[in-house]
């Protein structure tokens, strides 16, 4: 959950280190910290933000020169953040240097040993005792640091993406990875190392995406080598990335967040480009082509998935049930890993991730995998563990995501989950062929749409001044929108710090309703035509107990308009699809709430873009 970039080349390696730290701190802020080698080896390093540690740097004066180094932002899993804990880290005789993002499982038997052994730690983190470990092998073995590195990982359990310098050896820098990221730039006459691509894509777009037990050794003149951890040779295709520099900057926005919100217009019009044509009655998914058979005859469909994306594949469960009659499971990958799951060989298992990172989905995918099931991944960003691991899949094609809260992603998975869902219950004679071209026609609309709930935007920053100062938040929905409901509440606990829950709106009954008072928001998406009246009831019992609600209603709808406190408009739409608008103004309301509260939208506390540790 770390990010990671390191340089090596003739340029100054400072500034494109810090600039590429700036570009990943959506990946991990508790703490920063950037290595140089020139003759010297210089370590910075501060708790708190990537311009904490630019100002540090610049008032200690520190000596920034050098054509090598690496850099980190953390995301704190073993030990506090602070200026100790935070990456890079040292070895005992200060000679050797790295960057880690990922979890050392064995860390504690391994720093006993090294103990016993001499060394000391100034740390709590696991990466100070992988650095130790590495130069022990080195020094009891007379090895070079690339050896160093990957007879030490021979030894580690976990998961890892390293870089690691060494002083002696001040041309070359090696890297390797198992489980988490690592992504290899192949500049001229330079080459970069980074969690991500967004730090490359200024200077190069040509890539390797490393593969899990990869160990890459990139030299100064040119050469490069990628090996296995049993030493042998790995070869790996070089990928030109299709990215634009301004897809991760701002632009005219204040945040990230609200760039991506309002990209939702062009995102699901992208994402739907080339897969779907209304007028001439077809859509189409590319990524089922080649097992199409197998997909349309499974026997059941299990979606796995986490956080916003969990939520996505809920919505999932009433589209592939309703639209094509298969019966459909929704699992936390965190919880489908451990709990020996029945998989058969006719289940097609479905991933969600919008990095293709996540660490519990890529272990779901493993599991579904060795029981024989059709693996079909969904995700965002191109070249991604779980695009590559997955039998097939389609890519939701919305750009960068930076904002740590998933806006664009969500309706991206969505869409491509409606079209999977139209294009199988066509298949499969499920739907008729006037109510497929029906909703294929209003799946074509929801870009349009989408920019009209945008519009008011005025109009829902007010309501988030009304209900700004709250402790806490319901939000209730039926049917296809309950889980909008769960997205509204996790995304208003994301970014404002409100404690928030979603409920089936008839289940309040069954506890909730006891917190509903003058001072409790209630946020009701009652866009649905089917149990309209069951959900002017639930508001009914939310107005007898003075809950103050907000209502998300269909443009034609007088009734809920009289009764709530607030409502917002979206434009009426296909009940299956009304997720892709009823979920807009609520990203909305949590976006204005937050920075009404004075929170950090795009990097909320404690929380981090891609979750590549357990």
């Not at 860390?107 to 730690?121: N, P, R």
């Not at 009891?140 to 690339?146: A, G, Q, R, S």
């Not at 390797?176 to 190392?193: H, I, M, Q, R, T």
């Not at 008072?517 to 107005?543: C, G, H, L, R």
């Amino acid at each position: 959950m770390c990010g990671i970039v390191a340089y090596i080349g003739k340029r100054q390696a400072y500034p494109i280190l810090m600039d590429g730290l700036k570009k990943m701190e959506y990946r991990g802020y508790d703490s920063a910290g950037v290595a140089l080698l020139n003759g010297s080896l210089n370590v910075y390093k501060k708790k708190g933000k990537v311009h904490e540690l630019e100002s540090f740097v610049n008032k200690t004066e520190s000596n920034t020169s050098g054509t090598s180094g690496m850099g980190h932002t953390r995301w704190a899993t073993h030990g506090p953040p602070n200026d100790v804990n935070a990456h890079p880290h040292t070895s005992g005789s200060g000679e050797l240097v790295i960057i880690h993002n990922g979890i050392i499982e064995n860390y504690a038997t391994l720093k006993d040993a090294l103990i016993e052994l001499g060394h000391e730690f100034k740390s709590e983190t696991d990466t100070e005792v992988l650095i130790h470990l590495i130069e022990e092998i080195q020094t009891k073995y007379k090895l070079p640091i690339d050896e160093a590195v990957r007879r030490a990982l021979e030894k580690v359990v976990g998961a890892y993406a390293i870089v690691v310098m060494d002083k002696k050896n001040p041309d070359l820098i090696v890297g390797a990875k198992k489980s988490s990221p690592l992504v290899f730039g192949l500049g001229k006459d330079e080459y970069f190392l980074a969690s991500d691509a967004s730090p490359i894509i200024k200077y190069t777009n040509k890539v390797i995406y490393l593969e899990d037990e990869d160990v890459i050794s990139f030299h100064r003149d040119g050469d490069y080598k990628i090996v296995n951890l049993q030493n042998k040779p790995a070869s790996h295709e070089i990928k030109e990335l299709d990215l634009k520099l301004e897809e991760l900057e701002k632009g005219n926005f204040e945040h990230f967040m609200l760039k991506e919100i309002y990209q939702q217009v062009d995102s699901i019009e992208q994402c739907m480009k080339g897969r779907i044509n209304a007028a001439e009655g077809w859509a189409v998914l590319g990524g089922m082509s080649q097992y199409l058979k197998r997909i349309s005859n499974s026997k059941r469909i299990i979606l796995t998935a986490c956080g916003t994306s969990w939520h996505a594949a809920l919505i999932a469960e009433y589209l592939f049930e309703d639209l094509a009659r298969i019966p459909t499971e929704v699992e936390y990958a965190s919880e489908f890993r451990y709990r020996n799951p029945i998989i058969n060989d006719d289940d097609l298992i479905i991933a969600l991730s919008q990095s293709g990172e996540t660490a519990d989905t890529l272990a779901a995918i493993e599991i579904a995998k060795e029981k024989g099931a059709l693996v079909y991944g969904i995700v965002n960003v191109v070249g991604s563990t779980i695009a590559r691991t997955t039998d097939c899949g389609s890519y939701i094609h919305v750009g960068p995501e930076i904002g740590v809260a998933s806006t664009k992603a969500f309706t991206g998975q969505l869409s491509v989950l409606t079209l999977m869902a139209l294009y199988l219950g066509h298949m499969r004679g499920k739907i008729s062929e006037g109510k497929y071209r029906r909703l294929l026609a209003a799946l074509e609309a929801i870009p349009q749409k989408v920019e009209q709930i945008l519009e008011k935007n005025d109009q829902i920053k007010y309501i988030a001044g009304e209900v700004r100062n709250a402790h806490n938040a319901l939000y209730l929905g039926r049917g296809y929108n309950f889980p909008v409901a769960l997205e509204g509440a996790l995304k208003l606990k994301e970014i404002s710090y409100i404690h928030a829950e979603g409920y089936p709106a008839a289940e309040m009954k069954h506890g909730p309703i006891a917190l509903i008072d003058m001072y409790m928001p209630v946020i009701v998406i009652a866009t649905n035509q089917s149990a309209y009246e069951k959900i002017v009831s639930n508001i009914q019992e939310v107005k007898a107990r003075k809950g103050k609600v907000i209502a998300i209603i269909t443009e034609d709808d007088k009734k809920i308009r009289e009764m709530a406190d607030f409502v917002i408009e979206v434009p009426s739409t296909e009940e299956p699809l009304t997720p892709l608008l009823s979920v807009i103004p609520l990203q909305l309301l949590a976006y204005h709430i937050a920075v009404m509260r004075g929170c950090d939208v795009d990097q909320p506390r404690n929380l981090a873009k891609s979750v590549t540790v357990e």
